[in-house]
């Protein structure tokens, strides 16, 4: 497979074969590979095989799991690796196989890069219901960290939002899928929020922000024109 990096070796774990992906992936000659180990190669750390070994000693096999490595030349690389276990010619072998997502991580981080410069708070949010991105501000705004957020379902986070102006917005966004722009006093924070919600086939995007100087600033106005 050309987009798949694949490594054949031993019960030694030595290498005996390679495809031309994996070459690429790791910008190293064939004679670089072969007769050596990913631990003597630099693709696998002692940590990794430590752990692996574990993983295979309960399930003969590994599967989907991230691997980060720096190629020959000192690039970056980002990979998801798997491994099982195969019989050939009555002989044990190994193999591997390598799908180089580095692209992939570099736009997640771009991304990601973008979003922490945003102003306003910023969430992403699946069909599911689910956080799939918190910047610092709106975890600053929620009192969460983002990384503890990122997974969780909004609704079990946040169960006292459940039949409030919020929940039935971000409803009404999903299912209808219009933008909506919202204002709204969240009691439990003791704070305004203005809400832009916006929807795709993915879910939303909430920009949001703490608006309660200007909203008690104009409660000000409004009462000493009584």
């Known amino acids: 497979n050309r987009l798949v990096g694949m490594i054949i070796t031993n019960e030694q774990h030595i290498i005996v074969d390679v495809n031309d992906q994996l070459l690429h992936i790791t910008e190293m000659e064939r004679e670089d590979v072969v007769g050596k ?74 991304l990601a890069n973008v979003y922490e410069r945003v102003t306003d708070a910023f969430v992403a949010i699946d069909t599911n219901w689910n956080y799939v991105y918190v910047n610092k501000k709106a975890g600053e705004l929620l009192e969460k960290d983002p990384d503890y957020l990122v997974g969780q379902h909004i609704w079990t986070v946040f169960p006292e939002d459940i039949g409030q102006p919020v929940y039935k917005a971000y409803h009404e966004a999903m299912e209808r899928q219009v933008m909506i722009s919202m204002e709204e006093y969240y009691q439990p924070y003791d704070r305004w929020f203005q809400n832009l919600i916006y929807p795709s086939a993915d879910g939303l995007s909430v920009f949001f922000s703490d608006i309660t100087a200007r909203k008690k600033a104009e409660q000000r106005i409004a009462e000493s024109e009584l």
């Not at 193999?95 to 981080?109: H, P, V, Y």
Request: charged fraction near 30%.
């Open 37 to 110: 180990t990913g631990l003597e190669l630099g693709i696998l750390d002692e940590a990794f095989v430590k752990e692996s070994w574990q993983q295979l000693l309960e399930n003969e096999r590994i599967f989907n799991r991230e691997l980060l490595f720096t190629s020959k030349n000192g690039k970056p690389v980002s990979c998801i690796f798997s491994t099982e276990k195969t019989e050939l010619n009555g002989n044990i072998f190994w193999l591997s196989t390598l799908i180089d997502i580095s692209k992939r991580k570099r736009s997640e981080r771009e």
